[in-house]
């Protein structure tokens, strides 16, 4: 699940940028100054605020979500620089910082040539839309533009990426008003509530008291950032990502609601009855205590050893003493 997800957000981020052929690792800097407060709903609840001003980002999320019959809270805080990312576990006092790798990529692209770039946006591409067909979100690439709509008193262009929709305050790069959507029996909502222009004080940006930070333990940015982008834009991934398409596309529909269809064909939707059994299903996933069946299960292998060595202490102990006793009985002679 957290493999998963940052993946498929990756894509969501980046997509409309390879798309239209910009560099997808340059986000636009908003100007002035802008903090957003939500709400989340659905499997996950809480609230979170987002503070941008220039090119700092702030996030600072409280959230409770139950899975597999356990309810676990989290309290992060996330801070982008221009030169790092400081990260904070809220509720074990533990915080990292490490370097903000988009502007060492941004510059490693523009040192790309013009079929270094080509060849970089197409492996995007077909990455989005691999990892589209594998979670079943229908295409991640470019999005269908929705409607304009309203959240906190603030506009927002909405755009879909399969199960997800994602609704874009207006002028302000990179900050959302409303996002929703469902990922692995996880149903996700996120809310704008309150919007405000209002310039933040110093103070919003400073590190939270108590938590000592250590340093992530990464090479040089730039190389590592050079290495990352030359291989994206490379013949070697351009050729696997060929080949793990022919063999998808020669995959066989296996004739669920999860098939591809088989070649050049779309997946079959599911059935209302197939939505209902899979949500069903959804359910029962996330109620099911998966720490105390694995409790249990290994109590009962435990003991069932232990039952097991103690009866073959007990068999050799009886066998021991028969053999004593046969020592002890000879056979008369006559």
Request: hydrophobic content about 35%; proline content about 5%.
């Amino acid at each position: 699940m957290r493999t998963a997800v940052p993946a498929l957000a990756l894509a969501l981020v980046l997509a409309p940028s390879a798309a239209a052929q910009q560099n997808p690792f340059k986000l636009p800097r908003n100007h002035g100054s802008l903090q957003v407060d939500y709400a989340f709903a659905g499997n996950v609840q809480g609230t979170g605020q987002r503070i941008v001003s220039g090119d700092r980002i702030l996030d600072h999320q409280t959230t409770t979500g139950k899975f597999f019959g356990k309810t676990s809270t989290q309290d992060t805080w996330t801070l982008i620089t221009p030169d790092s990312m400081y990260s904070v576990d809220l509720v074990k006092k533990t915080g990292m910082r490490s370097a903000n790798m988009l502007p060492a990529m941004a510059k490693a692209y523009d040192g790309l040539d013009g079929a270094g770039k080509a060849r970089l946006h197409q492996n995007m591409q077909d990455m989005s839309q691999m990892i589209s067909r594998a979670f079943g979100t229908g295409t991640i690439v470019t999005g269908e533009k929705g409607e304009t709509r309203t959240y906190a008193g603030e506009k927002c262009e909405e755009r879909t990426f399969g199960s997800f929709s994602i609704c874009t305050m207006q002028g302000a790069a990179g900050v959302p008003l409303h996002v929703s959507g469902s990922l692995f029996c996880v149903d996700f909502e996120q809310t704008a509530t309150a919007v405000s222009r209002a310039a933040p004080p110093a103070s919003a940006f400073e590190p939270p008291a108590g938590v000592a930070f250590r340093e992530s333990p990464m090479v040089n940015a730039d190389s590592l950032a050079r290495g990352y982008v030359t291989y994206l834009a490379s013949q070697e991934l351009s050729d696997s990502l060929a080949k793990a398409k022919e063999q998808m596309a020669a995959a066989p529909a296996n004739g669920t609601a999860t098939g591809t269809g088989g070649a050049g064909q779309p997946a079959r939707q599911p059935t209302a009855e197939e939505r209902a059994q899979a949500r069903q299903a959804c359910e029962a996933l996330k109620n099911f205590d998966l720490g105390k069946a694995m409790g249990d299960a290994t109590n009962r292998v435990v003991g069932d050893a232990v039952k097991e060595a103690l009866k073959e202490k007990q068999n050799q102990v009886e066998s021991g003493a028969k053999e004593k006793i046969k020592g002890l009985i000879r056979r008369p002679h006559f």
